[in-house]
């Protein structure tokens, strides 16, 4: 995506797509570094890559249970209890008994963002409960009702971010109201509501609340809505959409809109930056910005009976996939009714903070490499590219090869330098490029317990070859259906089902062909496994497999059943490893290799992939 040569051959298209786009938009710009399809104002989102989320409310008293019973509904999303476990609107509050007033200071979870390396914080300013924590003049449903002397939580907290220089966000529930007698409550699916009825919500409470958030608090970086369908299958209109938007480019034209506002980014690209589901991580590279939401354990309000917590490390690695893709990731603390942040958040939060204190170069300001996603079973890459053209890449290698030899494919060029990030000498890592190969001799003792990083400079953009499988860290080629360059028959990807225990695979019913390329570093032999079920009872059909002038046929062989899940009665289709024999490599380069499947008539063999191994 930042590729130079690239860009002069898309130049022109690139021009009419500046002009389509900046008479559409005054404030799109484009530039070599930055991602593409970025706002002006959204420059400095894309740039953070981490903040925090807040999700805190009446609920946090409840702390996931209610009156002796806990949460109804297995997602165990805390702040639901009020929806969930049908609380009358005037009994919930008394929940706020349980806050300890004295204690809460916002300040204190701006601190912590600040520790945890996080550059921006959203806050429930009103969730689905309808409870505002602000001191609103539209609703007797807010904090200052219920605290004395007044405590308004958010102009707390905005004051508290402008003195870190944190930017503030703020989530706001415009679609779901469980308080408002007109508001949206999912019990309405049932009994539904008038048009004209659910207009009332929103011009009396949505549309002059948010001017108070919007007037009230100072610069506000982002609001987050959250309607999680699209509006065409919600009651909001899309008219009661783009009223509340105009609002906000009017009273606030800096500020971010998120695409649970119920449009997508792809239908108005007025929308800044789209919201993938909860927890979802990214899964390809995006060209607008996006982000993920996502909680340490599972529940957003605080809940106390969690157990599901992440560790550091996945959530290391949840940042990095983003960032390796062009998307940013903010991570969820519900602090409890005193305003302290679990034990579990926090510590997790300041051993980020750590990491990035260290490794902070590779994720603010970087974004996704131009090698397919997962190219590498190693880790991921992020990239940096100055106004000159010099590069850096940024390799987060997840697991430290136990050989210490780091294969990297697809990069013509040799980089200029190799070292560790968390090294300030920059001790050089040797280097030994071939062709599109980097290895790297990586040292013996990996520098991060959670993740290390190795820089690769470039002094110009490395060029990049594409539509290879990568050669694993141990010296093996995965050849899987989904990685072929050409494929032609059954191609169709069935999902791993019965949780895993029955793999990924295709159906193939008539003969098949797929087709890899990869590159060899050094003259080798490789053993050529190819795994597969068949549940006939004889030997029939056959596999072939082709490299270069070498072919081997085999018949294939049925693979039987086998237990799923022990004492279960949970049998499955078995997939099992055949060698097919040996192929030669004798020289560094590029190889083609193809796949036959042949089944025999009106049988079917599943195919699940072709390994090419020194074992
Ligand atoms: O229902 C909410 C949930 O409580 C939480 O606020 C999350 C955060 O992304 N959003 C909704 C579900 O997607």
Redesign the pocket.
């Given at each position: 995506m930042l590729h130079e040569k690239n860009l002069q051959q898309i130049k022109p298209v690139i021009m009419k797509q500046l002009l389509f786009i900046s008479i559409l938009l005054l404030s799109v710009s484009v530039t070599t570094t930055a991602q593409k399809n970025t706002n002006e104002r959204a420059q400095w989102f894309t740039e953070s890559r981490f903040g925090m989320f807040i999700?805190w409310g009446v609920y946090s008293g409840a702390e996931g249970i209610w009156k002796g019973e806990k949460l109804r509904y297995d997602n165990d999303?805390a702040?639901?209890i009020y929806y969930r476990n049908q609380i009358a609107r005037d009994e919930y509050v008394n929940l706020l008994d349980r806050f300890d007033w004295e204690e809460i200071n916002p300040e204190e979870w701006v601190l912590l963002a600040k520790k945890a390396g996080m550059k921006y914080v959203t806050i429930t300013a009103k969730?689905?409960d309808g409870f505002a924590l602000w001191d609103s003049n539209v609703s007797d449903y807010d904090v200052a009702e219920f605290t004395n002397p007044k405590r308004d939580i958010i102009k707390e907290l905005s004051e508290a971010c402008k003195k870190h220089g944190l930017k503030l966000g703020l989530y706001y529930s415009h679609w779901v109201d469980w308080e408002h007698p007109n508001g949206w409550d999912h019990t309405r699916e049932i009994y539904g509501i008038e048009a004209k009825e659910y207009d009332i919500y929103w011009q009396e409470k949505v549309m002059p609340q948010m001017r108070e958030l919007l007037t009230n608090y100072g610069d506000i970086g982002l609001i987050w809505f959250?309607m999680?369908i699209h509006h065409s299958r919600s009651c909001v209109t899309k008219d009661q959409l783009m009223q509340l938007k105009s609002m906000i480019r009017e009273l606030q034209p800096n500020c971010l809109v998120n695409s649970r506002l119920g449009l997508s980014v792809e239908e108005d690209r007025d929308i800044d930056f789209q919201t993938l589901g909860?927890n979802e991580l990214g899964s390809k590279k995006k060209d607008h910005p996006w982000q993920t939401?996502g909680t340490v354990a599972h529940s957003?309000g605080f809940h106390a009976l969690e157990k599901q917590w992440k560790s550091t490390t996945t959530l290391l690695q949840a940042l990095i996939n983003n960032v390796s893709l062009n998307g940013n990731f903010m991570l969820n603390i519900g602090p409890r009714a005193n305003g302290d942040v679990p034990y579990e958040i926090a510590g997790r939060l300041k051993d980020m903070g750590k990491w990035l204190r260290i490794n902070g170069e590779a994720i603010y300001g970087s974004q996704a490499f131009d090698l397919v996603k997962d190219q590498h079973d190693w880790g991921k890459i992020t990239a940096k590219q100055d106004t000159g053209g010099k590069t850096k890449l940024y390799l987060h290698v997840f697991n430290w090869p136990l050989q210490k030899s780091l294969p990297v494919t697809g990069i013509k060029n040799k980089p200029a330098k190799a070292y560790l990030l968390a090294d300030k000498e920059q001790t050089p890592i040797p280097i030994e490029q071939t062709g599109i190969m980097t290895r790297l001799s990586l040292p013996e003792k990996q520098p991060d317990p959670f993740v290390s990083v190795v820089v690769l400079e470039y002094d110009n953009f490395p060029e990049v070859e594409n539509g290879l499988t990568a050669q694993t860290v141990y010296g093996g080629y995965s050849l899987l259906p989904e990685k072929a360059t050409n494929s032609s028959g059954n191609t169709h990807i069935e999902k791993a089902k019965r949780f895993g225990s029955v793999p990924r695979h295709v159906k193939v019913t008539r003969k098949s062909n797929y087709q890899w390329r990869i590159y060899v570093d050094e003259p080798c032999t490789k053993f050529a496994d190819v795994s597969y079920n068949f549940q006939g009872k004889i030997a029939k059909g056959t596999v072939t497999v082709k490299v270069d002038h070498t072919v081997i046929k085999q018949t294939i062989q049925p693979t039987g059943r086998t237990v799923g899940e022990p004492n279960q009665n949970w049998q499955i289709d078995c997939y099992k490893s055949h060698r097919i024999g040996k192929f030669k490599f004798p020289k560094a380069g590029y190889y083609d290799i193809s796949l036959e499947i042949n089944p025999a008539k009106n049988e079917e063999t599943g195919f699940q992939w072709l390994w090419l191994g020194n074992q």
């Amino acid at each position: 995506m930042l590729h130079e040569k690239n860009l002069q051959q898309i130049k022109p298209v690139i021009m009419k797509q500046l002009l389509f786009i900046s008479i559409l938009l005054l404030s799109v710009s484009v530039t070599t570094t930055a991602q593409k399809n970025t706002n002006e104002r959204a420059q400095w989102f894309t740039e953070s890559r981490f903040g925090m989320f807040i999700h805190w409310g009446v609920y946090s008293g409840a702390e996931g249970i209610w009156k002796g019973e806990k949460l109804r509904y297995d997602n165990d999303y805390a702040e639901w209890i009020y929806y969930r476990n049908q609380i009358a609107r005037d009994e919930y509050v008394n929940l706020l008994d349980r806050f300890d007033w004295e204690e809460i200071n916002p300040e204190e979870w701006v601190l912590l963002a600040k520790k945890a390396g996080m550059k921006y914080v959203t806050i429930t300013a009103k969730h689905h409960d309808g409870f505002a924590l602000w001191d609103s003049n539209v609703s007797d449903y807010d904090v200052a009702e219920f605290t004395n002397p007044k405590r308004d939580i958010i102009k707390e907290l905005s004051e508290a971010c402008k003195k870190h220089g944190l930017k503030l966000g703020l989530y706001y529930s415009h679609w779901v109201d469980w308080e408002h007698p007109n508001g949206w409550d999912h019990t309405r699916e049932i009994y539904g509501i008038e048009a004209k009825e659910y207009d009332i919500y929103w011009q009396e409470k949505v549309m002059p609340q948010m001017r108070e958030l919007l007037t009230n608090y100072g610069d506000i970086g982002l609001i987050w809505f959250d309607m999680w369908i699209h509006h065409s299958r919600s009651c909001v209109t899309k008219d009661q959409l783009m009223q509340l938007k105009s609002m906000i480019r009017e009273l606030q034209p800096n500020c971010l809109v998120n695409s649970r506002l119920g449009l997508s980014v792809e239908e108005d690209r007025d929308i800044d930056f789209q919201t993938l589901g909860d927890n979802e991580l990214g899964s390809k590279k995006k060209d607008h910005p996006w982000q993920t939401s996502g909680t340490v354990a599972h529940s957003w309000g605080f809940h106390a009976l969690e157990k599901q917590w992440k560790s550091t490390t996945t959530l290391l690695q949840a940042l990095i996939n983003n960032v390796s893709l062009n998307g940013n990731f903010m991570l969820n603390i519900g602090p409890r009714a005193n305003g302290d942040v679990p034990y579990e958040i926090a510590g997790r939060l300041k051993d980020m903070g750590k990491w990035l204190r260290i490794n902070g170069e590779a994720i603010y300001g970087s974004q996704a490499f131009d090698l397919v996603k997962d190219q590498h079973d190693w880790g991921k890459i992020t990239a940096k590219q100055d106004t000159g053209g010099k590069t850096k890449l940024y390799l987060h290698v997840f697991n430290w090869p136990l050989q210490k030899s780091l294969p990297v494919t697809g990069i013509k060029n040799k980089p200029a330098k190799a070292y560790l990030l968390a090294d300030k000498e920059q001790t050089p890592i040797p280097i030994e490029q071939t062709g599109i190969m980097t290895r790297l001799s990586l040292p013996e003792k990996q520098p991060d317990p959670f993740v290390s990083v190795v820089v690769l400079e470039y002094d110009n953009f490395p060029e990049v070859e594409n539509g290879l499988t990568a050669q694993t860290v141990y010296g093996g080629y995965s050849l899987l259906p989904e990685k072929a360059t050409n494929s032609s028959g059954n191609t169709h990807i069935e999902k791993a089902k019965r949780f895993g225990s029955v793999p990924r695979h295709v159906k193939v019913t008539r003969k098949s062909n797929y087709q890899w390329r990869i590159y060899v570093d050094e003259p080798c032999t490789k053993f050529a496994d190819v795994s597969y079920n068949f549940q006939g009872k004889i030997a029939k059909g056959t596999v072939t497999v082709k490299v270069d002038h070498t072919v081997i046929k085999q018949t294939i062989q049925p693979t039987g059943r086998t237990v799923g899940e022990p004492n279960q009665n949970w049998q499955i289709d078995c997939y099992k490893s055949h060698r097919i024999g040996k192929f030669k490599f004798p020289k560094a380069g590029y190889y083609d290799i193809s796949l036959e499947i042949n089944p025999a008539k009106n049988e079917e063999t599943g195919f699940q992939w072709l390994w090419l191994g020194n074992q």
